[in-house]
């Protein structure tokens, strides 16, 4: 049993005697003894006993970055993290809603992964206090969480972190799929006037040698000169393509655009804005290197003003994307762009570059966990030389089976759908939720148990929801696709 937590827990073989003299003094009082593990104190004894075992450890006073952030520096990276490929199908994803609809249910999901990913943070920061230790991972924080909760979630809580790791996984793959259509899709777009029109598989298999050498970089450093090149790319592109939106005003018009979309798209919807929103992957990490970690969640901290930024972004360009293009937008915006124009050709290869670019920074995420979290561990006795031979191998093989995913199915709407509801419909909603029940069951009454159950609970059934129901439709979608 941990020290920090035997206050909670009835155990008090870790007490100096003057607490133990206290918790005796309270379970005479209390209306169970401390020892059965049960409800034994009030709330205010807890805390107050609570304080003075754990004294007033602050996680971010010890925290040791080697390169720490500043605030704009966390901002920028937070609104990297959630711009990219999502953002451009929003036009498509509010084609699937309505204009009316996609506006307010952009609004409220971003409120809600806003909310899930403060509550995430404050749980983090609850138990590293409570742990004593500075950060932790979010798999950390879930098996941590699920060791404070309730008695019978704690058989679990060893379970945890495979299986975050599968879902983080899962959406990282994913997401290069996305990005091996969407890099395909815009090449396609822009050269077809000038070789010919080719099949995408085509352009795709032409694709996966690049892609494989990409990822073949071990060092990220070697890489940033490139993201921000990447990331200048991407905002000229979205002032092209804004340009496109407003040269002519007589196609923003309502006429012939429907205010709310048919009910069996909307799952697609759905999937669509969760992927171009959460960018939870990230969201630790960024907290943890910041140099002031608790201008995160000010009222005008990184959080804040980063998810409010976003979803103005992706509402009005969902939006006005919709209503330029109407029922024929694409799954991006990029492919329905004036296919004579020269700056259409020009965002189209832009962004494919750009996108080419962020493609290893993604599969790094995929890479790391598979290579180092499960695969290095069980490969013994091999020279330093056999092992960089292997994480090669294990590179390629990822990069190789996210290429057979794409060339399988390359609808670039139905990938953006399917992993923003498998995924991010667990890892960005009812992962938070039920990590915040746990990390903070031990410390509240019975009456504030019931609060954060039911509040919470229903943030675990959205959640869950739409990762069922999500993940069918769009799945459905793919084998009527793959069919034809």
Partial sequence: MSHDNYAFTGSTDFV?????????????????????????????????????????????????????????????????????????????????AGYLLGTVGTLIVGLICTYCIRILIKSEYELCRRKKTPSMTFPMTM?????????????????????????LMIYQLGTCCVYTVFIATNLQKALESHIGSYDLR??????????????????????????????????????????????????????????????????????TVLFALE???????????????????????????????????????????????????????????PQKHFLSKVVQILLALSIYITHSLQCYVAIDISWNEYIQPKIKHVSAKALVFWEYVVRTLIVVFTFILAIAVPELELFISLFGALCLSALGISFPALIQICAFWKVKSTRERVFLSAKNSALILFGFLGLIIGSYVSLKKIVENFSK
């Fill in 279 to 337: 960018a939870i992957g990230v969201i630790m990490p960024l907290e943890n290197e910041m140099k002031k970690p608790k201008k995160f969640l000010t009222t005008c901290g990184v959080l804040n003003i980063g998810m409010a930024v976003n979803i103005i972004l992706y509402v009005g360009l969902g939006f006005f994307g919709y209503i330029w293009a109407g029922d024929e937008v694409h799954g991006t915006i990029t492919t329905n762009l």
């Fill in 143 to 167: 098996e941590t969480a699920l060791e404070e909760g309730p008695q019978w979630i704690r058989r679990y809580s060893k379970w945890c972190p495979h299986i975050v790791n599968l879902f």
């Fill in 202 to 271: 085509m352009y795709m298999l032409v694709l996966l040698l690049p892609l494989i050498l990409i990822n073949w970089i071990r060092n990220l450093k070697l890489l940033a000169p490139l993201s921000t090149v990447a990331n200048g790319i991407t905002l000229i592109s979205f002032g092209i393509i804004l340009y496109f939106i407003v040269e002519d005003p007589s196609k923003i018009t309502l006429e012939g655009k429907h205010a709310i979309g048919k009910y069996g798209d909307f799952p697609l919807f759905l999937g």
């Fill in 16 to 96: 100096d005697p003057s607490k133990k003299s206290q918790l005796s003094n309270v379970s005479r009082y209390g209306t169970k003894d401390l020892t059965n593990g049960f409800h034994a104190v009030e709330l205010e004894d807890k805390r107050k006993i609570a304080k003075e075992m754990e004294g007033d450890y602050d996680p971010y006073l010890h925290r040791q970055v080697q390169h720490p952030t500043t605030f704009l520096e966390t901002l920028f990276h937070f609104m990297k993290g959630s711009l990219g490929t999502g953002i451009l199908a929003m036009p498509k994803a509010f084609n699937n």
